[in-house]
C-alpha cells in the first residue's frame, strides 16, 4: 500500500506538471473546416473552479495533438485540465485505482482491460443517453456501444467505455501506378479480388506480398488476415463467440477461415518470394515489393500504419494507396464489416467536470481539431470530412463511417497466452505446411490449458 500511495503522489505531481498551451492553434471562427458553433455551445458551460484529471496513453506527439483538443475544453469552460501519461501506463491505471487515486478521466487502449476493473466495481457507468447517442452517430454505433459494455462487480451489464480515436486494418495496399500501367482495377468484391489475383498470375506477376516476422512477436500479422476474414465470412456473432472461446478454433468456421488465408499465403504463385519466405519475412521490409521496378508484387493488407515502413520520399496517392478489404458479394447479410482498435474514455472518478467532458467528446469538434493535426481517425458521421489533414485520413475516415460492423482485433481481445501466443505461432506453423485442423487443435490445446 506505502508502494502505491508513493506511485499515487507521483502521478498526482505528474498532474500537476501537466502543461496547458499558450493559446488556441486554430483561432474560432476563422476555418470553415471546424464546427464553430460547438465552441459556442461549450462556453455555455461553466466549470470554473473544477479540476479534471486525465490519464491516458498518449505520449510525444500524440501527447502535442491530444493538448490542443484539451485547450479548447480549458478556454470554454473554464476547467483546470490536466493530462498525464506513463512509461508503465495500463498497470499505473490498475495502481491507481486501487488505491483509490484514480484520473477523473481514464483513456483505456484495452477492452480486456475495462472489464477488468469494471468486475471490481472501479468504473462509473456512462448513461442510457450516451449509449443512445452512440449507436445514432457512431458508423456501426451499436458495435462501439457493445465494445464499452462490460459487466460491473455484481455482474449487471454497463457502458462504461465512449470510444474516441480509432484505427483502421482492413485495408489492402497497392501502387496506383502500378495498376494503371497492368490495367487492373480496384477490386469491389472478394471475388473480384481473387480473379484479380489470378489475372496477376496468369501475367506473370505476383499479386501479393505477405511477411510475418516481429522478432519475438512473428506471426502476428497473419491474426488481421484471420480476423478479417472471418468477419468476411461468419455473423459478427460468430466471432465474438471465438475470441471468448465459446466457438473453438477447431470449429470449421475458424479452420474454413485459416483455409481461406492458405490460399493466399501458402499460395507459391500468390506470394512474393513462395510459401517459405512468408513466415521469415518482416513484415516491415514486406510491403516495399510494392515500390520495385518491375514490382515484385501489387498488393499488400496490412493496418493504416504501414506506410511508415514505406520507402523514404513514397507519396500517397500517388505511389501508394489502398482500398478497402472487400467482403464476398456472395454474403451480402454480413454488410461492410471493419477489423480495428481505438480508445476508450473511462470515467475512474466521478465529477460535473468529467460528465461535461463526455458530452464534449459528442461535439465534431472535439473529433476535427485532431483530425487536422493528423494520426486521428473517427466514426463520428456528423464530423467534417474536410477536416481529416490528408485524403488517405479522409478515405479512412470514411471506411469507419460508414461501416456496418465493427470488431476489436481479436487476438487482442484473447488471452495473453493465446492472442500473443499460441495463435501466432500456430500462424507460422501453418504457412509453414501445418493443416488447417492441426493448426487449430494446437491453438486449441493451449488455451483448453490455461488454468
Not at 486554430?26 to 479534471?52: H, I, M, Q, R
Request: proline residues 6%; contains cysteine; negative net charge.
Amino acid at each position: 500500500m506505502k508502494k502505491n500511495l508513493l506511485l499515487g503522489a507521483a502521478l498526482a505531481a505528474l498532474f500537476i506538471a501537466s502543461p496547458a498551451l499558450a493559446e488556441l492553434k486554430y483561432k474560432p471562427g476563422e476555418d470553415a473546416k471546424f464546427n464553430w458553433s460547438n465552441f459556442e455551445d461549450l462556453k455555455k458551460v461553466d466549470l470554473k473552479g473544477e479540476t479534471l484529471t486525465v490519464f491516458g496513453p498518449w505520449r510525444g506527439d500524440d501527447e502535442t495533438h491530444v493538448q490542443v483538443v484539451l485547450e479548447y475544453f480549458r478556454e470554454a469552460t473554464g476547467a483546470d485540465v490536466k493530462y498525464s501519461s506513463s512509461e508503465n501506463y495500463e498497470q499505473q491505471v490498475v495502481i491507481d485505482t486501487q488505491a483509490g487515486s484514480p484520473a477523473n478521466i481514464s483513456i483505456l487502449p484495452q477492452p480486456g482491460l475495462i472489464a477488468d476493473l469494471a468486475s471490481k466495481g472501479l468504473l462509473s457507468p456512462l448513461t442510457d443517453a450516451d449509449k443512445a447517442w452512440m449507436v445514432e452517430n457512431y458508423g456501426a454505433g451499436q458495435s462501439w456501444v457493445d465494445i464499452g459494455t462490460t459487466k460491473d462487480k455484481d455482474g449487471k451489464p454497463q457502458f462504461l467505455g465512449f470510444s474516441y480515436k480509432t484505427d483502421v486494418k482492413s485495408l489492402v495496399w497497392y501502387s496506383p501506378e502500378n495498376f494503371a500501367d497492368a490495367g487492373y482495377e480496384v477490386p469491389k468484391t472478394m471475388e473480384e479480388l481473387i480473379a484479380l489475383s489470378d489475372k496477376i498470375v496468369a501475367d506473370g506477376g505476383k499479386p501479393w506480398c505477405i511477411g510475418l516476422g516481429s522478432g519475438g512477436a512473428t506471426g502476428w500479422p497473419a491474426t488481421d488476415w484471420i480476423e478479417d476474414i472471418m468477419l468476411r465470412t461468419q455473423p459478427p456473432e460468430v466471432y465474438d463467440k471465438w475470441v471468448t472461446n465459446e466457438v473453438k478454433f477447431t470449429d470449421p468456421a475458424v479452420t474454413g477461415a485459416l483455409d481461406i488465408f492458405g490460399t493466399f499465403a501458402k499460395n507459391d504463385a500468390y506470394v512474393d518470394g513462395g510459401a517459405a519466405g512468408v513466415a521469415s519475412t518482416d513484415f516491415r521490409d514486406s510491403p516495399k515489393g510494392l515500390f520495385t521496378t518491375p514490382p515484385k508484387c501489387y498488393m499488400h493488407h496490412q493496418a493504416s500504419f504501414i506506410p511508415s515502413f514505406f520507402p523514404e520520399g513514397t507519396k500517397m496517392g500517388e505511389d501508394a494507396d489502398f482500398f478497402y478489404f472487400p467482403t464476398y458479394a456472395a454474403k451480402p447479410e454480413l454488410g461492410k464489416p471493419v477489423l480495428g482498435a481505438g480508445t476508450l474514455i473511462t470515467i475512474t472518478k466521478d465529477s460535473k467536470a468529467a460528465r461535461a467532458f463526455i458530452e464534449f467528446l459528442k461535439l465534431p469538434l472535439a473529433h476535427e481539431l485532431w483530425m487536422a493535426d493528423g494520426g486521428f481517425l473517427t466514426p463520428l458521421k456528423s464530423a467534417n470530412p474536410a477536416a481529416y489533414a490528408n485524403d488517405a485520413a479522409r478515405k479512412q475516415g470514411e471506411i469507419m463511417a460508414t461501416a456496418s460492423t465493427f470488431r476489436f482485433d481479436g487476438s487482442d481481445l484473447m488471452p495473453g497466452k493465446i492472442g500473443a501466443g499460441a495463435f501466432w505461432t500456430g500462424m507460422v506453423d501453418f504457412v509453414g505446411g501445418k493443416s488447417s485442423a492441426d493448426t487449430g487443435a494446437e491453438i486449441q490445446k493451449a488455451w483448453d490449458g490455461i488454468k
